[in-house]
C-alpha cells in the first residue's frame, strides 16, 4: 500500500488488510510506504487513526518509511492511492515484471477508471470517512480475490 507520506491512506489500508487477513489466518504479507521520505517514522495522521479506532480498527503502532526498489522483491501486488504515487513507484521499477505488480488500489472496486483515493490531510472528517469506505472496499476485493484462487 503506497501513498505519498505514508500517513494518512496507506496506513489504513494496511491496517484494513492486515486486520481481515488476521482474522481470516491467512499467510499474507501487507506493509505500506510512501514515495516521499517526508514523515519518515512518523505515527498515522491522528485523524486518520481516530477514523480507524471508530470501526474498531488500531492502525496507531504503524510508522511511516518510505517505498523502496526492494518493495518489488519482497511484494507480489504494490496498490498505489493516486496516479502521482503511480508515477512516482514506477520510478523506481527495474523492468516490466516490476511494473506489473503496480496498480491504482481503486481500480479493484471500479476497474480501469484509474480513479484515485483522495487525499484527506487538508480536509474534514469526512473525507476521512470517505477514505476509510473505499479502502474497505478495497480491501475487501482483494480478500476476496485471494481466498477465492
Keep these: 500500500m503506497v501513498c505519498l507520506g505514508n500517513i494518512c491512506r496507506s496506513p489504513l489500508a494496511d491496517g484494513l488488510l ?5 482474522k ?8 505500506s510506504a510512501g514515495t516521499s521520505a517526508h514523515h ?3 505515527s498515522p495522521d491522528s485523524r486518520m487513526v481516530r477514523t480507524a ?10 510508522r511511516s518509511r518510505q517505498f523502496t526498489v526492494a518493495d518489488f522483491d519482497g511484494f507480489d501486488h504494490i ?9 512516482n513507484v514506477s520510478k523506481l521499477a527495474r ?7 503496480v496498480s491504482l488500489i481503486l481500480n479493484l472496486i471500479a476497474p480501469n477508471q484509474n480513479q484515485e483515493v483522495p487525499d484527506p490531510y487538508y ?3 469526512a473525507g476521512f470517512l470517505d477514505v476509510y469506505s473505499l479502502l474497505d472496499r478495497a480491501t475487501d476485493h482483494i480478500i476476496h480475490t485471494m481466498t477465492t484462487k
Excluded at 492486515?18 to 488476521?22: E, I, L, P, T, Y
Excluded at 479506532?53 to 504503524?62: A, E, R, T, Y
Excluded at 496498490?79 to 508515477?87: A, G, I, L, Q, S
Aim: glycine share 8%.
Design 18 to 22: 492486515r486486520d481481515k487477513v488476521q
Design 24 to 31: 481470516r489466518n491467512l499467510q499474507i504479507e501487507v506493509d
Design 40 to 42: 519518515l517514522g512518523n
Design 53 to 62: 479506532n471508530q470501526f474498531g480498527l488500531d492502525i496507531s503502532n504503524l
Design 79 to 87: 496498490y498505489v492511492m493516486d496516479k502521482e504515487n503511480f508515477r
Design 95 to 101: 523492468n516490466t515484471d516490476d511494473m506489473k505488480k
Design 123 to 125: 480536509g474534514g472528517d
